[in-house]
């Protein structure tokens, strides 16, 4: 993440939000460290889905130990006994072999998502089993570094706006829109 640009839009922010001026007071210098290994972002994306952080890394672990590297060719090389005991499910298991094959197709271009528009990135990640807008955003977020995503879709994110904005209901969609 360019310091430079966090800077700015710190700046930005503190100027044009009081609320977002005292979260950030609070908070302190932004820490994100963007991931550039995108497939292994993807299939801990994937592994991470429904369960807690603590279960997400015991699994991801036992994985990258059965499997060596998380390579889209050693994941679709994989029996299915070494990605169960890893403990995924039969659905995480059909969605990771799936990004395995899409990234291997070309139909999931890895190298080229940094150059494409963010729009461009989900509709090229979301056609993956068990990626959908959320992941999406997350990897944009995460793994490409762009700081102008608003993943409108998370309750986090939700959950926050409503705390510190002082309201009475979890904002949906377009009140977050209209408060970013």
Request: aromatic fraction near 4%; glycine fraction near 8%; charged fraction near 25%.
């Amino acid at each position: 993440m360019d310091p430079k640009l966090l800077q700015t839009a710190k700046r930005h922010l503190t100027r044009r939000d009081e609320v977002l001026k005292k979260v950030i007071g609070a908070v302190g210098p932004c820490t994100l460290r963007v991931d550039d290994n995108h497939f292994a972002l993807l299939v801990r994306a994937i592994v991470s889905q429904q369960i807690s952080t603590k279960a997400a890394a015991a699994i991801s672990g036992r994985l990258l130990k059965g499997v060596g590297r998380f390579q889209p060719k050693r994941l679709l090389d994989a029996d299915e006994a070494t990605l169960q005991s890893a403990g995924l499910s039969r659905s995480k298991r059909l969605s990771i072999r799936d990004l395995a094959e899409k990234c291997l197709s070309g139909d999931v271009p890895l190298r080229k998502l940094a150059s494409l528009e963010n729009e461009e990135v989900v509709e090229a990640l979301t056609q993956v089993r068990g990626i959908g807008p959320w992941t999406a955003e997350m990897f944009l977020i995460f793994s490409l570094g762009r700081p102008d995503v608003l993943p409108v879709g998370d309750y986090g994110l939700r959950a926050g706006v409503m705390k510190q904005y002082g309201l009475s209901e979890l904002p949906g969609k377009q009140r977050l829109h209209d408060i970013g």
